[in-house]
């Protein structure tokens, strides 16, 4: 109790000598034009589309659709992406989330100025690109923030953050990564702790230690090739079930049943917990993360592998600093609409209870609806699904017509007549705690 009492304290201190200003309009200078670019051949005819690199080196691409019905729809992207973006990752959303022009909306997205995990930078360049599409494209009548996966928690940050005239309308969340960083990737420091304990090849023994949350030592030279064939080497994850050993198999049915992930989610969280907990460790430099007090259970000898699992303690420091920039307080002062697979493995559904309570607890309960869908896709649901969405988050604003998982099921039925695609909507489900899903930890 001494230990947690002093940890909340330090926390509290950390985060009141660090708290960043918010930037203002005066902020945010003026910007080079953007400048005219080929449209992809599945926008419509007359599509207007521009290219540009704002004043802090990210580059964004905005859409004006010939039919624009006067709403922005302004993307924060998934990931993180690692290393220097670029023009390409936001070529990539606008092919996959075309949709949003299509449907009639103007459509911007920002590749962010730096790669890696900066929940708050990356909110601010989405605010910054808000401000390029005012100054050299136009007036909208209404700003809709969409954020995907781990771009989520940037378009919930950026909501939170900017709220001064209520630069946007209202919020659409989809698959998001939104139990807030200092929660939502205890289940790859989990995956760290125990494959390293059943395969004990990440890192080998005769290479250079280091503390897992880590995720790898600088100047590291291990490629995702590599941490995909030591993965296989251990747990055979490229063989058939019935080419695996018997001690291959083993462990990965261990690994599985402890952590509750199938074995095709195994390598993406490994590879995250690798190359991006390296990220956050370089910010950071000492431990977010902490898994003590975790017992692992369902294993053939539970007490044993509790025994081989390498166990951390956040730095008190290092997790207030981490927390201020990608945890949410959920005061989002307009609508919020999310929506989610309730069997995507990428990012638990049950990150939508944490969030929910986030929103609750900082008094926004009412501003929110949250609507899930029968998918186990993480990526994209469907483009009826999105429409619908879209749709129902603008009548909540323009009409005061506050939508509900049955409306929202309705109307993605209705959105099929135009964008014939699946409609998975299950108005009736509510995920469970986080802590169901993901061990708590002290």
């Not at 962010?112 to 995990?117: E, L, R």
Request: proline content about 8%; aromatic content about 8%.
């Amino acid at each position: 109790m001494k230990r947690f009492i002093c940890l909340v304290a330090a926390l509290l201190l950390v985060a009141c000598a660090q708290t960043p200003s918010v930037p203002s309009p005066a902020d945010f200078p003026p910007e080079a034009a953007p400048q005219a670019m080929a449209c992809p051949k599945e926008l419509a005819a007359g599509t207007r589309c521009l290219q540009g690199r704002d004043s802090a080196g990210a580059v964004y691409i905005i859409v004006m659709p010939p039919d624009w019905n006067g709403t922005l729809v302004l993307h924060a992207h998934g990931g993180p992406l690692l290393g220097t973006p670029t023009l390409k990752r936001v070529e990539e959303d606008l092919d996959r989330w075309s949709v949003v022009p299509r449907a009639g909306y103007a459509w911007a997205a920002s590749s962010f100025h730096q790669g890696g995990v900066a929940v708050r930078a990356a909110a601010e360049d989405t605010e910054r690109l808000r401000h390029i599409f005012l100054q050299h494209v136009v007036t909208p009548k209404l700003t809709l923030l969409h954020g995907q996966s781990w771009g989520a928690s940037v378009a919930a940050k950026a909501a939170e953050t900017y709220t001064a005239g209520r630069p946007y309308d209202a919020v659409l969340l989809t698959s998001g990564v939104l139990a807030g960083g200092s929660k939502a990737y205890d289940i790859r420091l989990d995956l760290r702790a125990v494959y390293q304990a059943l395969c004990g090849n990440h890192p080998r023994p005769d290479e250079p230690q280091y503390p897992l949350w880590m995720g790898l030592p600088e100047g590291a030279k291990m490629t995702r090739t590599d941490l995909a064939a030591r993965a296989d080497e251990c747990l055979g994850l490229v063989h058939p079930a019935a080419q695996r050993s018997p001690a291959q198999a083993e462990r990965l049915k261990t690994l599985t049943t402890v952590l509750r992930l199938p074995e095709s989610a195994i390598l993406p969280h490994l590879t995250w917990a690798t190359f991006h907990f390296q990220d956050i460790a370089q910010r950071y430099g000492r431990s977010v993360f902490g898994n003590l007090g975790v017992r692992y259970q369902g294993s053939a000898d539970d007490d044993a592998l509790n025994a081989r699992v390498a166990r951390y303690a956040p730095d008190p420091t290092a997790l207030a600093a981490f927390s201020q920039a990608a945890d949410l307080g959920g005061r989002i002062p307009v609508p919020v609409l999310t929506v989610h697979g309730v069997h995507d493995l990428t990012a638990f559904v049950e990150m939508d209870n944490s969030f929910a309570a986030t929103m609750a607890k900082a008094g926004h309960a009412d501003t929110l609806v949250q609507t899930f869908s029968d998918d186990s896709s993480h990526s994209y649901l469907s483009d009826a699904t999105y429409v619908a969405l879209l749709g129902q988050l603008q009548g909540w604003v323009t009409q005061q017509r506050k939508p509900s998982p049955v409306s929202v099921s309705a109307a993605c039925v209705q959105a099929q007549a135009s964008f014939p695609s699946t409609c998975r909507f299950l108005p009736d489900f509510r995920p469970a705690p986080l802590a169901t899903r993901v061990a708590p930890r002290e």
